[in-house]
């Protein structure tokens, strides 16, 4: 398995802030704003979709770490965009500088780091732990 990846691809992934994604529903604060666990899945998702197209077939990656800031809040009905770049492959590892920004200002940032799997193993050993 060889991927074609390079440094430097950059994801988006967008949301809207609704009741779906706020800190109440996560479970993570006690008022209506932009959840920090919700902020984490967009930018992982920035991460994920970007490298996606580059991948072998049967593969994809998975969240193995993330360290964020969660640095401003964002109200009902403003989106919210989570940008990715890839800054480093090594081997199977990859690992992203990520950002948010609502329509306003940079709401968070950080590291994220992804692991290169194939489906199928992942799958058939996650599903012997049950045994």
Known sequence: ??????????????????????????????????????????????????????????????????????????????EVAAKSELLEIEGKRLVFKVEAYDAREKIGEGTHERFIINKEKFMKKNEEKKL
């Open 1 to 78: 398995m060889e991927p074609s990846l390079k440094a430097g691809i950059i994801g988006e992934a967008k949301t809207v802030v609704s009741d779906r994604n706020t800190a109440i529903t996560h479970g993570s604060g006690s008022i209506p704003v932009f959840a920090t666990p919700a902020m984490i899945a967009l930018m992982e998702n920035a991460a994920l979709s970007s490298v996606q197209p580059f991948l072998p077939e049967g593969h994809t990656t998975v969240g193995i770490k993330i360290t964020s800031s969660h640095i401003a809040a964002t109200p009902l009905g403003m």
